[in-house]
């Protein structure tokens, strides 16, 4: 349960320079990615070196699997540090090192996502191989769902992707089904993203998860669904 959990009270009271700690000198700001059930972080850590601007969260709910993810990018802050850089700094600058930009939290993100992030900051929300609470009585726990989409629609900025994948076709069609029932997300296919150079985000939804990666070795099948939050005409 999630009851001995500390919450930050709003997005203002998260101090994201302990997280991003080598951002902190050019000016914090919350995260751009989310990543809802990160599980083992494989999803961040092949992402990370892809966007080395662009700063990124995991939320995980399990202890010890959100505990392991912080010592996963330690160790990978602590590797890169050790190593000299591939290329001199351009001129302008370069971002700080390897893995800076990604930190986890251990947090129920379908209680307090909103805690964390501003409205309309996410460029990017991933839902990758969730839970399937297979039985019905059960389908409250699906981390879609009406309630919830609304705060996924206020966190994400117009614009914004949120990116689905899942092994279990019935998850599947329930999520495509509650998404695009929703007035603010519209359905985006993989070819429109990957015209929009979202190429290597979709590669690495596909690929780079610890579940993907068993469902790969099990030879199942795997269902991508990805969804735009569209600008609202009247919104208050
Ligand atoms: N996305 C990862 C991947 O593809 O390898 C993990 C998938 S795993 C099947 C689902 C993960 O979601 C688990 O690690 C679980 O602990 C986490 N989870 C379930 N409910 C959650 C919640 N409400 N908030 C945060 N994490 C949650």
């Not at 709003?10 to 997280?19: C, K, N």
């Not at 160790?75 to 591939?86: F, G, H, K, V």
Request: aromatic content about 10%; hydrophobic content about 40%; proline content about 8%.
């Amino acid at each position: 349960s999630d009851h001995a959990l500390a919450y930050p009270c709003s997005p203002d009271a998260v101090d994201w320079s302990v997280h991003y700690p080598a951002f902190a000198a050019s000016g914090i700001r919350s995260p751009a990615f989310a990543d809802v059930g990160c599980g083992f972080g494989g999803l961040l850590i092949a992402l990370a070196p892809l966007f080395p601007d662009t700063l990124m969260l995991g939320l995980e709910i399990r202890v010890q699997v959100s505990q392991y993810v912080q010592d996963r990018i330690a160790a990978l802050r602590a590797t890169s540090a050790s190593q000299p850089p591939a290329s001199e700094p351009s001129a302008g600058g370069s971002a700080p090192g390897p893995y800076q930009n990604v930190s986890v939290v251990r947090a129920n993100a379908m209680k307090f996502l909103p805690n964390y992030f501003p409205k309309h900051s996410l460029a990017a929300l991933f839902f990758l191989f969730p839970d399937p609470h297979f039985k019905a009585r059960k389908h409250k726990a699906r981390i879609i769902s009406p309630t919830l989409l609304a705060e996924y629609a206020y966190v994400l900025q117009p614009g914004g992707v949120v990116y689905t994948i899942t092994d279990v076709n019935d998850l599947h069609e329930w999520m495509k089904a509650h998404l695009q029932a929703f007035p603010l997300f519209e359905s985006v296919s993989e070819d429109v993203l990957r015209s929009e150079g979202k190429g290597n985000i979709l590669d690495a939804v596909w690929n780079s998860t610890e579940e993907g990666k068993k469902v790969q070795r099990n030879k199942g099948d795997k269902w991508l669904a990805c969804f735009r939050r569209i600008e609202a005409h009247r919104e208050a």
